[in-house]
């Protein structure tokens, strides 16, 4: 029922030897103002405030008022991993190779992620790294040198599919890189900055630099070392690097695994004494399996026969 229905019903009065009275309390009206509140309406009336506000819009103010946000983390958040499920190596086989039934063993890949604690705008780990049992020995290697010259023909016998200076060049403006490394020697960087390659082979990571280890003197040495060769770099605070194929070995697995971390860690520990980077995680996992966090064990007293993980 409205408020106005109720005054309505409430407040009627008659006249009885002229005076007005309620006819539900019978309290007698002061004079003849019918604007008099009855005692039992009084918690009705509107109590004004200092502030001018109802209780009800201090509240909903309250509740707009922006949350104060907390200082930004530094470094990148890890999970817990001590009541995670943990793997020893040929575990973690086994169950990788369930998902990749009916592949090919060269077309899937074993892959290490390394999750480290670090801090966000830190610097990065980077190398390149020729495991003792190469994962990939296809890539195509390019070698900027002089053409016709005893270091064509040197990068030529060491594996290299592509060797030249201009040729070069011109098939990489027109849009055909045919290559997945590049090599340039010292005598012909001059002639490869004025060539301008930098925003096309900057972008994909192709651009031979000394920082890198891409411009050399010993273009053969390189070629020998790049094929078989994985590159692995820090993004987010995560390594991934692929250390297998699927028809690896456990112990093909170990050996690439050992050299991997090996290499990691000697690169965390030529970083500045300010710079701290700690590992935290070690995830395997493969081109179409999820990963398992690995216990740094070999075997498990439950694990199969490294012969039975040998057999595709």
């Not at 006819?23 to 109590?47: D, E, H, M, N």
């Not at 060049?169 to 012909?188: N, P, Q, T, W, Y």
């Not at 999820?290 to 490294?306: A, K, Q």
């Amino acid at each position: 029922m409205k408020l106005s229905a109720l005054l309505a019903s409430t407040l009627l009065c008659v006249q009885d030897g002229g005076e007005e009275y309620d006819r539900v309390t019978a309290i007698p009206w002061v004079g003849s103002t019918r604007s008099q509140v009855l005692p039992f309406l009084a918690p009705l009336t509107t109590i004004r405030r200092a502030s001018g506000l109802s209780k009800s819009s201090k509240n909903s103010k309250a509740r707009e008022a922006p949350t104060k946000k907390g200082k930004a983390r530094t470094d990148f958040k890890r999970d817990d991993i001590k009541n995670a499920l943990q793997f020893s190596l040929c575990d973690a086989m086994r169950y990788i190779r369930a998902f990749e039934v009916g592949r090919q063993p060269t077309s899937s890949k074993y892959e290490l992620h390394v999750s480290l604690k670090s801090l966000k705008n830190g610097p990065v780990v980077r190398n390149r790294l020729r495991l003792t049992n190469p994962v990939d020995t296809s890539q195509r290697i390019c070698v900027i040198c002089p053409p016709d010259s005893p270091i064509a023909a040197a990068a030529i016998k060491a594996g290299a599919s592509l060797v030249g200076e201009d040729v070069i060049f011109d098939a990489v403006k027109e849009g055909r890189i045919e290559f997945e490394r590049c090599i340039c020697h010292l005598d012909s960087l001059q002639k490869l900055s004025k060539a301008n390659l930098g925003r096309i082979l900057g972008p994909k990571g192709l651009m031979p630099s000394a920082k890198t280890g891409t411009v050399v003197k010993d273009v053969a040495n390189s070629v020998r070392n790049m094929i078989g060769g994985s590159e692995y770099r820090e993004r987010l605070g995560v390594v991934r690097m692929a250390v297998g194929q699927l028809g690896f070995t456990p112990e093909q697995m170990q050996q690439n695994i050992k050299e991997f971390m090996g290499g990691l860690k000697r690169d965390m520990s030529l970083l500045s004494d300010k710079i701290s980077k700690e590992i935290h995680e070690v995830v395997l996992s493969s081109t179409n399996s999820p990963g398992f966090t690995l216990n740094g064990d070999f075997r498990s007293p439950t694990s199969v026969s490294t012969r039975e993980l040998a057999i595709l």
